[in-house]
């Protein structure tokens, strides 16, 4: 699962432990600079995660309301574009920019398979409505703990990003140092 383990080996894990962001201050830039990569690359695999629960839990929905006798809605594969599209998505991300891509995209989906059985998001109109809600809360749940992750590890880079940033205000570091792949090394 997501959530971050005492002694694990994950990068969560690691991001995450208690010893991450101490002694930021004694830090060289290069090792500062790669701790906040981590975080980032976590926070990327994250949000990835997120967007395929998120993907799975608009299908479900949309199946039930297809199956309210009001709606007039369609089967759920016919209005996929819709269903899965940007415009339904009334709260948006952090705007951060981000120069890293999930690195793993498998595991992720595979996590989220382990959540519910895909076969009931995957062919959602043979599930029975118990099972569709069964599977709804918890998609949810687990969305629910993978953003509360995804938080403490946005917490860890804007701890990094801030040493960083003190060290330029105070001219410990310089725009040298990014022109300067050599000056980054200890």
């Known amino acids: ?18 010893d991450f962001l101490f002694g930021l201050s004694e830090l060289s830039l290069a090792d500062l600079r790669e701790r906040r990569r981590e975080a980032e690359q976590e926070e990327a695999d994250l949000s990835y995660l997120r967007r395929i629960l998120h993907g799975r839990i608009d299908i479900v929905e949309a199946e039930l309301s297809r199956r309210d006798p009001d709606s007039g809605a369609g089967a759920v594969v016919d209005d996929l574009g819709r269903v899965l599209g940007d415009e339904q998505r009334s709260v948006h991300g952090l705007g951060r920019h981000t120069t890293v891509e999930p690195s793993r995209v498998d595991e992720h989906r595979r996590e989220v398979e382990q959540v519910v059985a895909d076969a009931i998001t995957s062919d959602v109109e043979r599930r029975s409505e118990d099972d569709l809600r069964l599977a709804l809360i918890r998609l949810r749940q687990h969305e629910a703990e993978v953003s509360e992750v995804r938080r403490a590890v946005q917490a860890a880079m804007d701890t990094l990003s801030a040493e960083l940033t003190s060290r330029y205000r105070t001219g410990t570091a310089t725009i040298d140092h990014l022109l300067a792949p050599d000056l980054n090394r200890p």
Request: cysteine-free.
């Open 1 to 18: 699962m997501t959530r971050p383990m005492t002694g694990g080996r994950r990068r969560v894990d690691l991001v995450l432990s208690a």
